[in-house]
C-alpha cells in the first residue's frame, strides 16, 4: 500500500465549469476526510466518511460541493459551476476508527488536489 | 469556540541548536491536540499527539511536546535542528477523541540553517 493517492494533482479550469477530484485512501482505513488548503492557512475541514455513509458536512461546502464514497473505498469531490474563490489545495486523508480516549484517529493524508480558478 | 494559534508565522534556528514551534489551544472541552509537519508536494505528516496521560509526548524523527494545561499551550520541541526539519508544520485540535475532525492552527515554518 503507497498510502493515500489523490488525483489529479493540479487542475486548471474556467469559472463556471464542473470538477471533479478522486482520492484512494489506505485499503483498511474506514475513515475518509477531505479538506482544503488555501495559501498561507492551515487545512480546514470539509466532510468525511465512515465506510460509505457521510457523517458531517462543515458548513464550508456549499451546494455547489458534493462528495461520495460509494463503495467506502474511493471517494469523489465535485465542485459544479466553479468560482474564483474555490482555487484552493484539497487535501484527502484517511484513518481507522479508534475506541475509547486513546483512539483519536491519526489521519494519513495525501498530496493533495490543486485546483486554480480562471 | 475550540480553536488553535500559531502566534509565529517563521522560527529560524541553527543547526544543531533546540527549536521549539508553539502553539496554544482555546480552553473548551478536553483538548486533543496534534503536531503535523508539511515538506513541499507532500502530505502532511503526523508527529505527534496528545490525548490524555504524560505531558510530555514523543513522536517522530525526535520531536516531542509538552501539554501544558495551565498555560493552555503545546509546543514543539527538538534538543537538536537539522537542515532536514526546515517545513511547515501545524498544530491541530481534534474536536473530540475518536474523530479526525481537526482545526488546523496557521502553520509555522520552520528553516534550519547551516
Known amino acids: 500500500d503507497t498510502g493515500v493517492s489523490q488525483n489529479p494533482r493540479h487542475k486548471i479550469t474556467k469559472r463556471g465549469q464542473n470538477v471533479t477530484f478522486r482520492c484512494d485512501p489506505i485499503s483498511e482505513h474506514n475513515r475518509l476526510y477531505w479538506y482544503r488548503q488555501t495559501l498561507g492557512q492551515g487545512p480546514e475541514f470539509l466532510t468525511y466518511f465512515q465506510n460509505e455513509a457521510q457523517l458531517e458536512k462543515s458548513r464550508l461546502l456549499s451546494d455547489r460541493f458534493s462528495a461520495e464514497r460509494p463503495k467506502g473505498s474511493f471517494s469523489t469531490l465535485e465542485i459544479q459551476r466553479t468560482e474564483q474563490g474555490d482555487s484552493a489545495m484539497y487535501l484527502c486523508a484517511s484513518s481507522l476508527l479508534g475506541t475509547g480516549p486513546r483512539g483519536a484517529n491519526v489521519l494519513t493524508f495525501g498530496a493533495g488536489s490543486r485546483l486554480t480558478v480562471l | 469556540a475550540q480553536s488553535v494559534a500559531q502566534p509565529e508565522d517563521q522560527v529560524n534556528v541553527a543547526e544543531g541548536n533546540p527549536l521549539t514551534v508553539k502553539c496554544t489551544y482555546s480552553v473548551s472541552g478536553n483538548p486533543y491536540l496534534f503536531w503535523y509537519v508539511q515538506y513541499p508536494n507532500r502530505g502532511l505528516q503526523f508527529l505527534l499527539k496528545?490525548?490524555?496521560?504524560?505531558?510530555l509526548v514523543k513522536g517522530s524523527y525526535g520531536f516531542e511536546a509538552e501539554f501544558n494545561k495551565s498555560q493552555t499551550s503545546f509546543h514543539l520541541k527538538k534538543p537538536s535542528a537539522l537542515v532536514s526539519d526546515s517545513a511547515l508544520y501545524f498544530c491541530?485540535?481534534?474536536?473530540?477523541?475518536?474523530?479526525?475532525?481537526?482545526?488546523f492552527g496557521q502553520g509555522t515554518t520552520l528553516q534550519v540553517k547551516p
Open positions: 491541530a485540535r481534534g474536536t473530540s477523541s475518536n474523530t479526525g475532525k481537526l482545526i
Open positions: 496528545y490525548i490524555t496521560g504524560d505531558n
